[in-house]
């Protein structure tokens, strides 16, 4: 433990596959989608009529439209009047944030660690 909080925060292909002379590729034909974004969650998932992406149980919409809502399993949410929305909650951390500005949310963490500290991220 000691020595991966050393560690830089670095993704897999810039920190090792870069540097790697023993990598290779197969062409192959299978759907891929990089997980690493909430819009890429919300296209892989199934979603309503309303083209809502809702994952969690207790989770009420309402004039809602294209969101990616995930909730924990014991949390009731209502949601009315949100047309492409990110909505997630995560140890006690809600998000909202409009799809389209999901790149800003790195910038948001970056926010709540200088003024709030690392108690929250």
């Given at each position: 433990q000691q020595t991966y909080t050393q560690c830089r925060s670095i993704s897999i292909d810039y920190g090792v596959m870069e540097k790697a002379e023993n990598v290779y590729v197969l062409s192959s034909d299978f759907g891929w989608s990089d997980l690493g974004t909430w819009g890429s969650l919300y296209d892989t998932r199934l979603k309503d009529s309303n083209k809502n992406a809702?994952?969690?149980?207790?989770?009420?919409?309402?004039?809602?439209?294209?969101?990616?809502?995930?909730?924990?399993?014991?949390?009731?949410?209502?949601?009315?009047?949100?047309?492409?929305?990110?909505?997630?909650?995560?140890?006690?951390?809600?998000?909202?944030?409009?799809?389209?500005?999901?790149?800003?949310?790195?910038?948001?963490?970056?926010?709540?660690?200088i003024d709030k500290g690392e108690k929250y991220v």
């Open positions: 809702v994952v969690g149980n207790n989770v009420l919409m309402y004039d809602s439209h294209n969101c990616l809502v995930n909730m924990p399993k014991d949390k009731l949410v209502v949601l009315q009047g949100l047309d492409n929305y990110i909505v997630v909650e995560d140890k006690g951390i809600l998000l909202v944030c409009r799809k389209e500005d999901e790149q800003q949310i790195r910038q948001f963490v970056n926010d709540v660690m």
